[in-house]
């Protein structure tokens, strides 16, 4: 699985962006899909995911509310639909693809393939 992440952007605090993370590969639609973070100088952060099936769904506390994905599978695509934005959530949002069960989805080591990140600058 290839992963191409886009939409970032800067926007202002309280603004709205929709990430998108296009993917190749036979195996999209049996893979679980997560969104993480990385601000400078901090670790990368999990945000959101979503099972094979699009019935789990997680985020972390940070974005609950305000952060929703989404997957097609019909177009490979999976989305995240980010609302509120705040100062705090400047970073580079990378997309990722599992097709493990071993962990949490909130756990960097379950995925397998991951994109080349998009960034999203929120001024305040």
């Known amino acids: 699985v290839q992963l191409q992440a886009s939409g970032g952007g800067l926007v202002q605090d309280g603004g709205s962006l929709r990430l998108s993370c296009s993917a190749s590969?036979?195996?999209?639609?049996?893979?679980?899909l997560g969104w993480f973070r990385q601000a400078p100088g901090k670790e990368r952060e999990f945000v959101a995911a979503?099972?094979?099936?699009?019935?789990?769904?997680y985020y972390a506390g940070s974005v609950k509310g305000r952060f929703t994905i989404s997957r097609d599978n019909a177009k490979n695509t999976v989305y995240l639909q980010m609302n509120s934005l705040k100062a705090e959530d400047t970073a580079v949002y990378y997309c990722?693809?599992?097709?493990?069960?071993?962990?949490?989805?909130?756990?960097?080591?379950?995925?397998?393939?991951w994109g080349q990140g998009t960034l999203v600058t929120v001024s305040s």
């Open positions: 990722a693809a599992s097709r493990s069960s071993s962990s949490s989805y909130s756990d960097t080591g379950r995925y397998d393939y």
């Open positions: 590969g036979r195996t999209f639609s049996t893979s679980a």
């Open positions: 979503i099972s094979w099936s699009g019935v789990g769904i």
